[in-house]
């Protein structure tokens, strides 16, 4: 994988937005990021089965409208909106958790830009460790993704074990931050969950204290 970081974290525009799902206040983790493919090859990195284990996990399941996926290891949850190749939805089921995760595709000069909203409700977990929590993940993800586009290989874990990969968690988890500031969070409160969510990630700190 290249080892330019900036330009991997400065590829991809964050936000953090509200939204009221089942009758709950949410919170909308917003990436996004253009891939130098045609929308139908990105189309098929995120949906082929076959594919999808080379930039992020196994995956098993019936992968069509109104069936069912499981992440090995991870998530699972249901296909709610398959739109090909523009839209993709699912449930996000994780830890007894039920979160959103919406993908749209849209072409972008030659290439294509892929949009991807994590929704959840404002709760405990949210509060704690802001948007950074799933934000971080999905930065990594997409750089897996960048890097199986390219044909190049890529292993999340082993590169988030080395220094590289823990200077790209920090980086992302500064343009969390700064996401979550500019959604209208408090400055200080901000900072102290993306303190502990890069810990976190980085593998510093105890998640539960």
């Known amino acids: 994988m290249p080892s330019d970081i900036a330009t991997r974290i400065g590829a991809v525009t964050r936000r953090v937005a509200d939204r009221e799902v089942e009758g709950r206040p949410a919170r909308v983790v917003v990436a996004e990021r253009a891939y130098d493919t045609s929308v139908d090859d990105l189309w098929d990195a995120i949906t082929n089965a076959e594919?999808?284990?080379?930039?992020?996990?196994?995956?098993?399941?019936e992968l069509k409208l109104g069936g069912r996926y499981q992440l090995e290891g991870n998530a699972g949850?249901?296909?709610?909106a398959c739109e090909p190749?523009?839209?993709l939805s699912?449930?996000?089921?994780?830890?007894?958790?039920v979160s959103w995760v919406n993908v749209t595709l849209s072409?972008?000069?030659?290439?294509?830009?892929?949009?991807?909203?994590?929704?959840?409700?404002?709760?405990?977990?949210?509060?704690r460790f802001g948007p950074g929590a799933v934000g971080i993940?999905?930065?990594?993800?997409?750089?897996?993704?960048?890097?199986?586009?390219a044909g190049a290989p890529f292993g999340e874990a082993e590169f988030s074990a080395g220094e590289d990969g823990k200077r790209f968690i920090r980086d992302s988890g500064?343009?969390?931050?700064?996401a979550d500031i500019a959604s209208g969070e408090d400055l200080a409160a901000a900072g102290e969950r993306a303190a502990r969510t890069v810990a976190f990630y980085t593998g510093e700190e105890d998640p539960g204290r």
């Open 51 to 61: 594919r999808i284990p080379r930039w992020f996990l196994p995956i098993s399941g």
């Open 174 to 178: 500064e343009g969390w931050r700064i």
């Open 107 to 127: 072409p972008e000069g030659e290439g294509a830009r892929l949009e991807l909203e994590h929704v959840t409700h404002v709760e405990d977990h949210w509060k």
């Open 85 to 87: 190749p523009r839209k």
């Open 77 to 80: 949850g249901a296909i709610t």
């Open 137 to 149: 993940g999905w930065d990594l993800t997409l750089v897996g993704l960048e890097a199986h586009l």
């Open 90 to 97: 699912v449930t996000w089921e994780f830890g007894g958790g």
